[in-house]
Every structure is written in structure tokens, then in C-alpha cells.
């Protein structure tokens, strides 16, 4: 109940200090991350929670299953088929070469093996404009920057996991039993899809029934409903629930775009608060001891992959292409470590491996270090590109973009949400374009 009370507190600090964040440094995200170190062992001591507290794994499961049913809701198949080319280079070439970056620096940096290093850079590979709202958030920042951040971290997080959980196999005690082994992996991850694309046609069929159909009230409940039969069906049979998650949205608002709008408010504001409450308790995780534990090779490491492992990797991948200089370091530097790593980071720990609970401190620290550089300095790069009245520029004529968020982030305009360390509240933009897929979410052109 202390933590209820602590989560309570923070979301009201949140709130009344949205406007201010939305102009300045301040990151309400951080606000969360900083509120659960100050109750935890290490500060106050009101709270008690440990990596293998259950309340841990299930806040995090919990919360990255919602991001990615509403992040799939955001993808828009045809507006990513025109727009395609510049995100598929990040995630084709850029993503790899910051995955083997990392696992280079944390070999010879840290000493961690290889296959824990490269487990290392599997988790840390995925982006999250979730920290940088400011510039995924405007009209005013150019269109194909936009995209290229919001689709390519939409979509880095599902083509992580499947490597992550790889890994862990190969470098845990168990490695090549049944229990982990590449096969059984496969086996869930193909559960997680399929649950994912037949749970929402089936209850679309049964909705288009006349005697079935949803009262406009109740309609919300439609796509909540079909998120938690999901949930508790996956997590029955084993089979993988955040791909189940990311591919439901998507297959639900293909087919019925109606039940997408309905939900939308609602499921942005329960992913919200189920975001934020993970990173209350990541934040209690944080503690003086664990960033004691980490040694000064891995703080090299931490520095080395903020500010030139993902920047040089994303560069590397944008040669050719049509970004003005200045569009191409501001993609390079906005490539914050976000929500999925910290439950990447939280499975590797729980996993048992020999090099589980060293991996896992790099891990902490360097999304504790990502958060506070990349929520800090997305306001002040967004005025480089015109953006001044942060706080509540109006919608205007916009183009479309490979998905109506990016194929997945937590982008809204700051002013929206409090997402991303920006404004408490259901992410509902002032004035949204007409071409935008859904209320506050802001398309990537």
C-alpha cells in the first residue's frame, strides 16, 4: 500500500507540473524513476522490492503487454508500405551495428562473455521516442525525421525479442534443454502470433452479428476485452505475450477501425498508467548499491553507448539518403533506451544465467543514464526546428506516416500525455489532424 500511495503521489506531482515539463528539461518520467529510488531500501526504506519480488515481473509484464496492444493499434499497413524506405535502413543495418557495438564494448569494457555481451546489446537495441516527445510530437520538426524515429521504434522492440530470448537460452544454465531451446522459443513466439491474428477476427466476426453488435457506451470495452483474454490465454499455454500483444492491434484496427477510435482514450490512458507504475518500481530497483556495483569499465560502457555506439551505428545507416546534416544527428542522438529494455533487462536477471546479475546492472544504469539525458534534451533540440510554443501548438495539414504513432511509441504532443516525461494525462492533442488515425496520436508523414 506504500507503493500505491507513492504511485498516488507521483501521478499527482505529474500532473501539476505537466504544463512546466512540456516547456523545459523536467521529465515527468523521470519524476517516476526518482520517486521509486527515494522510498526504496536504499533511501527511506518505505518500500522493499528486490529484482525477484513478484510484483516486478508482473508490473513490467503487465505493462509492456498494454504498450504493445495499444502501440499495435497505431500501425497503419498501407502508410508503411509508402514509406518505408528510411526506417527499414535503421532497422536493417542501424539496429545490428549498435547491437554488436555494444556486445564489443561490454566484452572488453565490462568482461562479461561473449554471448552474455551480446545478450547485452540485444536488450539495449531497442529505442523508445518515449523520452523525446518533443521531436516525435510536432508538425514543425520534418516529416521524414518523424517517421524514421517513430516507425523504427515501433517496431525495433518485436524484432528484439525473439533475439533476446535467444540468447538467454544459450547463455543460461539450461541452455539446449527442451525448456529453452531454440525450437520451444519458436513454438511460443508462433502461439503468441497466431493467438494475436485469429483472437480479434474471431470477435470481430461474432461483433458483426445483428444481435451482437456493441452499444456505442460499451464499444471501448471491446478491444480491452479481447486484450485480456489474451493475456491470460497466452500466459495459460506458454505462448508469447508481447508478440500476441503488438500483433492483435495491428490485425484489430485492420479490420475494424471503429473498435480502434472507441478504445483509443481508454487505452492510452490504462498503457500510461501501467507504464509509469513499472517505472516506479524499475526506479526502486535503483539503487546506491547497484550503481556501486557497477565499475568504471561499465560506466565507459554506459557513455560509450549513449553517445557513440547507437549515433555512429544510425549514421552509418542513413549514408545515401536525403537528411540534411542536422536531421541526421538529431535521429542519431534520439535513440534513448526505453520501457521494452527495462523488461528485456528484467528477464535477463531472472533468467538465472552466470553472467545475469553483472549484465543486468549495465543494463539498469545505462537506461537510468538514457532517460536522463534523452528526456532532458528534447525540448531544447526541438527549438532548433522552430517548435516554441511546446505547450499546446494546434494540429495542422500533415502528411501520412508509416503508422498513426510511428508503428508504435509513446510520441504524443507534449501537452498531450505525460508520457515520455511530458504531460500527465490521456494523450488527446489540441485540435488533431484530420488525417491522423486516432485522437493524440501525431503522424510521422
Known sequence: M??????????????????????????????FLVGGALVSDGFLGLIHVTPDSGIVGVTADLALFAVLFTDGMHVSLPALRRNWRNPARALSLGMPLALVG???????????????????????????????????????????LRQL????????????????????????????????????????????????????????????FRLLGPEPKLQPLLPLAIGVILYGLCHLTHANPYLAAFSAGAVLTAVSPEAKSAFEPLGEALAELAKFAALLVFGALLTPQLFGDLSLGGYAAVFLAIVLIRPASLLLSLVGTRFTRREKLVAAWFGPKGFASVVYGLLVLQAGIPQGEEAYTLIAVCIAASIVAHSSTDVPIARMFHVDDLAGIPGGDDDDTGSDSGAGRREAAPGDGPEGGRVAGPRTAPAPDPAEAGPGRTTGD
Open 102 to 144: 555494444m556486445a564489443v564494448i561490454a566484452h572488453y569494457l565490462v568482461g562479461l562473455d561473449w554471448t552474455t555481451s551480446f545478450l547485452v546489446g540485444a536488450v539495449l537495441a531497442p529505442t523508445d521516442p518515449v523520452f523525446a516527445s518533443a521531436i516525435v510530437g510536432r508538425k514543425e520538426v520534418p516529416a521524414k
Open 149 to 208: 524515429l517513430n516507425v523504427e521504434s515501433g517496431i525495433n522492440d518485436g524484432l528484439a525479442l525473439p533475439v533476446v530470448l535467444l540468447l538467454i537460452a544459450a547463455a543460461g544454465p539450461t541452455a539446449g534443454s527442451a525448456e529453452s531451446s531454440p525450437g520451444k522459443i519458436a513454438l511460443e513466439l508462433g502461439l503468441g502470433l497466431a493467438f494475436g491474428v485469429v483472437l480479434p477476427l474471431f470477435v470481430n466476426y461474432l461483433a458483426r
Open 2 to 31: 506504500v507503493l500505491v500511495a507513492v504511485f498516488g503521489a507521483a501521478l499527482l506531482i505529474a500532473v501539476l507540473l505537466s504544463g512546466l515539463a512540456a516547456r523545459t528539461v523536467l521529465s515527468t518520467s523521470l519524476l
